[in-house]
T-cell receptor, first 111, second 112 residues
Framework: GENVEQHPSTLSVQEGDSAVIKCTYS??????FPWYKQELGKGPQLIID?????GEKKDQRIAVTLNKTAKHFSLHITETQPEDSAVYFC??????????FGQGTELSVKP | GAGVSQSPSNKVTEKGKDVELRCDPI?????LYWYRQSLGQGLEFLIY????????KSGLPSDRFSAERTGGSVSTLTIQRTQQEDSAVYLC??????????FGPGTRLTVT
C-alpha cells in the first residue's frame, strides 16, 4: 500500500548549521509533497510544498528537492535557529486527496 | 484571517460513551479532512469531504466512527462506544485549492 518513510527520527544541530530530512514514498502516482512543522500542543503548520513537475523549490532558509525517479524528496533548512526546533513531517498525496505522512523528525537546534 | 478551529480542545470520556468532535474550516474552503495523531501510529487519514459529500472514507477504523458535514462548512466527527485505543489527537484540515491543507489545533481525546 501507500507508504512514506522518513529519516532521521531525531536530529540535533548547532545554531547556524544546516539540517536535512529525507523521505521516500512508495506510490509512483504521488504528485504532491508538502512539509509540515509541528510545535508542542499545536496542529501541523504547512511550511513548504512541491509538486511533481518541479525538481526544487526554495523559500528563504528552507528548500525542498524532489527526485521522482528515485521517489525521494528532502527538506533542507539552512542557518538554523532555536525557533526551528520542532517536529517536522513529510507527506505525499495523489491529486490533492488524503495525505500519507512520514513518521516525523524531531529537530533540536542548540544555541 | 481566522484559521481552522476545533472544539473542544480537550475531551475526557469514559469507555463506552459517545463523543462528538467539531471542526470549523477556513471560510470558503471546500475540502475538509480529518486525521488522527497517536504515539504509536503517527498521523493517519480518516475521511475527506468535498462540499458535503465524502468521496474517501477509507481511513475510518471501524463502524463506530462516522462524520458529516453540513452546509459545506462545519463538520462533526462522531465516535460511538469509545474504546481506550481511540485516545489520540484528532486533527481537522481544510483546503481551498486542490493541494494545500491547513490544520486546526486538534482535539485531544482521552478515553478512561
Amino acid at each position: 500500500g501507500e507508504n512514506v518513510e522518513q529519516h532521521p527520527s531525531t536530529l540535533s544541530v548547532q545554531e547556524g548549521d544546516s539540517a536535512v530530512i529525507k523521505c521516500t514514498y512508495s506510490d509512483s502516482a504521488s504528485n504532491y509533497f508538502p512539509w509540515y512543522k509541528q510545535e508542542l500542543g499545536k496542529g501541523p503548520q504547512l511550511i513548504i510544498d512541491i509538486r511533481s513537475n518541479v525538481g526544487e523549490k526554495k523559500d528563504q532558509r528552507i528548500a525542498v528537492t524532489l527526485n521522482k525517479t528515485a521517489k525521494h524528496f528532502s527538506l533542507h533548512i539552512t542557518e538554523t535557529q532555536p525557533e526551528d526546533s520542532a517536529v517536522y513531517f513529510c507527506a505525499a498525496s495523489k491529486g490533492g486527496g488524503k495525505l500519507i505522512f512520514g513518521q516525523g523528525t524531531e529537530l533540536s537546534v542548540k544555541p | 484571517g481566522a484559521g481552522v478551529s476545533q472544539s473542544p480542545s480537550n475531551k475526557v470520556t469514559e469507555k463506552g460513551k459517545d463523543v462528538e468532535l467539531r471542526c470549523d474550516p477556513i471560510s470558503g474552503h471546500t475540502a475538509l479532512y480529518w486525521y488522527r495523531q497517536s504515539l504509536g501510529q503517527g498521523l493517519e487519514f480518516l475521511i475527506y469531504f468535498q462540499g458535503n459529500s465524502a468521496p474517501d472514507k477509507s481511513g475510518l477504523p471501524s463502524d463506530r466512527f462516522s462524520a458529516e458535514r453540513t452546509g459545506g462548512s462545519v463538520s462533526t466527527l462522531t465516535i460511538q462506544r469509545t474504546q481506550q485505543e481511540d485516545s489520540a489527537v484528532y486533527l481537522c484540515a481544510s483546503s481551498l485549492v486542490k493541494y494545500e491543507q491547513y490544520f486546526g489545533p486538534g482535539t485531544r481525546l482521552t478515553v478512561t
